[in-house]
């Protein structure tokens, strides 16, 4: 530290100014280093009053315009993202085109109008709040982020209610972009080439800022805790993406560290674009695959970018999780068969619904629970609500036949689980027969991600085709620690020798059996673990898109042979 203290009390981080600089730790949702002035985004929200009408019919009139006139704004800014950040991130403004035409979100709004006699203003403002507050209660990040979209449809139509027009966000130079908070409309119209770095006081890394960062290869910080006023705007800033800090005003010293940090950044960066295409292999030759972790099909363009060789685990959850009812074969069939068209050749491992703890749908009607993480989620409500998995399985084998696309199991704790299983698929394929439909023969594997499943797993891979890892839940598991328990982040160890060497006995006993073991939880993206779990006969290695070519750049640098016994010593 060079003229500045950083102390915590409880959760909160505070700053002491001892000099020019200040230094502030966010939440890093990408790396490398940006360095440019700060530029102090404000946005104009609606001043809204509750007024009384006497012509309620016409006032709903005058919603029912603004919100045909939103949707068609919307259809315009989707049109223009789809040149600026691509198909799979424009398509934020279809959602937002959706959640207009919802009619709990309309009904809602004409419904305050007619039985209050108010200003439709008042009527989208109520409602928003209403919608916003239920999904921020909710327990799971993602759902959580749709508050930010309830607020931004309904901004747009208080602006046009108001006779306001569209904002234009634009930059005469590139800039450090720093909030409270920042909408998916107000990210997809920043202009990538003058946006250097996003800086939140608000918002996760699930957060449309967080993801749009991430497509953009500019470093991001959330869950900032900087104070924002007028003073800090044009302030010359860096951004470290690596270690989460902010630097304002940074003294000559740290400047110049910086800018050194930045070159080295730079030429990595370009050194790992010349590893696209080649193969991942060892010096001495053991070949992996380096594929993806994705929550969506809207991921896929930052797979393909990033040179993955395949999907390790696609989460199916989000079809459930972003809408109030179940949704059909048919629209399941038609996400999947687009995700196994786009991959091609490459394999994708589409993961059954994995719902509960905290992944919560209300119309499920899951009871709530004092410890979901061991209660009711995952494999253990599709086996209980067998007509919702025969129904994923369904468009999942109907999918197959448009690409290589594998199927697996989470949360799996028995053989008696897998027995079920296999009882449900031979029914499904034996509906599908006699319905005439043609489906496919997709490969079917199994999540470890329990201790009862690492101590069974030699008799699990008897009767599966692959494993993959998911080490998070196994972490919390094995550790007895509740990952989402911000009091135990200190006692929450992935790397703890008990984890490692319940994947080393999973990867052993999926080769005993003649099957290949994946890992696609978090630690499969770590790069300081890479060489250990090569040693240990890993086949798969599945992470976040844009790890792939960092941990490609480890892989062929690595010889297992000369290095795999002072690895087991170090790490188990």
Known sequence: MLCWGLFVRGNAKIDKRVCGMKQYKGKSVFDGIAIGRLYVYGRKNQQVKQERVKDADQETLRFRK???????????LYEEAIKTVGAAHAAIFEIHQMMLQDDAYAESVETIICTQNVNAEYAVAVTRDKFAEMFAAMDDDYMKERASDVQDISQRILRILSGGELDEIDFKEPVIV??????????????SSKVLAFVTVHGSVNSHTAILARTMGIPALVGTPVFLDSSLHGKMAVVDGDTGFLYVDPDHETLGKMREKYKTFLAQRELLQTLKGKETITRDGKKVLLCANVGNDKDLDRVLENDGEGIGLFRSEFLYLERDTYPTEEEQLKIYKTVAKTMGEKRVIIRTLDIGADKQAAYFGLPKE???AMGFRGIRVCLTRPEIFKTQLRALFRASVFGNIAIMYPMITSLKEITRIKELVEEVKQELKKDGLPFGEPKQGIMIETPAAVMISERLAREVDFFSIGTNDLTQYTLAVDRQNERLEDFYD???PAVLRMIAQTVESAHREKIWCGICGEL??????TKLFLTLGVDELSMPPENILAIRKIIRETNVKEEGEALRKEFL
Request: aromatic share 0%.
């Open 66 to 76: 603004a919100q045909r006139r939103a949707i068609g704004q919307l259809a315009g």
């Open 178 to 191: 720093a909030a409270e908070d920042l909408s998916p409309s107000e990210t997809a119209q920043m202009h």
């Open 370 to 372: 004092e410890n979901p």
């Open 494 to 496: 992935p790397r703890h």
């Open 524 to 529: 499969g993206g770590d790069p300081e673990l």
